[in-house]
């Protein structure tokens, strides 16, 4: 690959000055980069061929003839991004900022297997995107959502406990028969701490994002970074062991864990034992929002279960905020009341003092949101602006 697609002085390089979609000029450019103006020059006149920048206002002139500012054009591709969760999924159209063009959602079981939801993701897609009279050759990148572990290396989904038919199957290799395009794939907790910091706390560095659904898990986001650990798996709080659980058994074959406490399942478990008739998470929830007591109860020792676990992760991590999100995070309060209470007091001073647990305010579209970012990262970063810059330029 030539000098121009890669290294410092690359095309993809200059263009990481230019993304944030503030103007700059040649000049700026220069002065930023130390290439010379007619370097400067050539690569801004190939990422406007290219589409990816595009003219605006002209700067203030200091004497004579303005200065041409450019800027990234939101338009130039588009991102696929979906969320496949446990039973439902979510496609989105989106431009380079993240913005959503379109969007659908269907009630689908991730268990029929990824033949047939990969199928549901890629024809409404292109449904779409005809929609909206543009091509797949737009398709900078799709990011991809899965309810399971994924190796983030391979985009292949690892013994996913709730996904028969998944484990190791080649989902990138599978949509790239239909959109010849980068394809990145990640655990739905990690894209949803993505989309949840970018849209309700883009100044934060350090955000830990917990999902409480039919299973738990988190996001970590540190240093702007999402964490994924050395096999990707970093963030499965759900089988972190909870004192107060011992003899109780967890699916994955131990017991006391976190997930058989306060997952959904777990805590329509508990209601049943004591008479009321909760079969899924969802019930909880209504119980919760009738002012059911005995579930008003039950949700709270949930959060403080939540935070047993929490203030290790408080402790080793040093988040500046957690968020609680995940379908049972419609209890409201009650479950971020019990996790306050035992992270506040067991967690040191320190660690405490600029602090804050709060609800998702992003909600279920935080997965998708997320999801988008992760591809527009990698479309926009050097090695993905590299894909698609011109071999003869």
Known sequence: ????????????????????????????????????????????????????????????????RPPSQFALNPAARLVI????????????????????????????????????????????????????????????????GLPGPVEFSTGQPVNPPIMPGWDRFDVPGWVRQHFDAPVLVDNDVNISALGERAVAWPVREHLLFVKVATGIGAGIVSERRLQRGAQGIAGDVGHVRIARGADIPCTCGNSGCLEALASGPALARTLRDQGLDAQTGSDVVDLVKSGNLTAIQAVRQAGRDIGEMLTVAVSLLNPSVIVIGGSMARVGEHLIAGVREIVYTRSTPLATEHLSVAQSSVGSHAAVVGASLLAVQYALSPEGIAAFTPATA
């Open 1 to 64: 690959m030539s000098d121009t697609t890669s290294g410092r002085g690359s095309v993809g390089h200059l263009f990481q000055l230019l993304r944030d979609g503030a103007p700059r000029t040649r000049a700026e450019l220069a002065k930023s980069t130390g290439l010379a103006r007619s370097t400067i020059a050539a690569r801004v006149d190939m990422l406007m061929s290219m589409g990816l920048v595009a003219p605006v206002a002209d700067g203030v002139s200091t004497g004579g």
């Open 81 to 144: 991004a979906a969320d496949l969760g446990a039973s439902h999924a979510t496609v989105a159209i989106t431009d380079l900022t993240g913005a959503i063009l379109a969007e659908h959602s269907d009630t689908l079981a991730i268990s029929d297997g990824p033949v047939t939801v990969l199928t549901w993701l890629v024809e409404n897609a292109a449904r779409m995107l005809d929609d909206a009279g543009r091509a797949a050759s737009d398709i900078a990148a799709v990011g991809i």
